[in-house]
């Protein structure tokens, strides 16, 4: 999730609002303007990025994505170019 594009920065955002209403898919959609199943799909794929489910060490996963906030394109990796 640390890639530096659009898609995952969607990713960060969903798994984000995710987080912050307590793991709820119908209020982090609500946060984002999109259906419930659009975020319960980004947290499947944020999921299988991390290798575990977002709410094991939580406060790791939310120090990352508060860091991608802050500091960007520091920590974020620019997309593979082919």
């Not at 969607?10 to 199943?37: I, M, Q, W, Y």
Request: hydrophobic content about 45%; some cysteine; overall charge positive.
């Amino acid at each position: 999730m640390a890639v530096d594009d659009e898609a995952h920065n969607r990713l960060r955002e969903s798994v984000s609002a995710f987080l912050d209403t307590g793991g709820s898919l119908t209020a982090a959609a609500e946060r984002l303007g999109c259906h419930k199943n659009t975020v319960q799909y980004q947290i499947r794929r944020a999921e299988q990025a991390l290798g575990r489910p977002v709410r094991e060490r939580r406060v790791d996963l939310e120090l990352a994505l508060a860091a991608s906030r802050w500091l960007g394109a520091a920590v974020l990796y620019p997309l593979p170019t082919a």
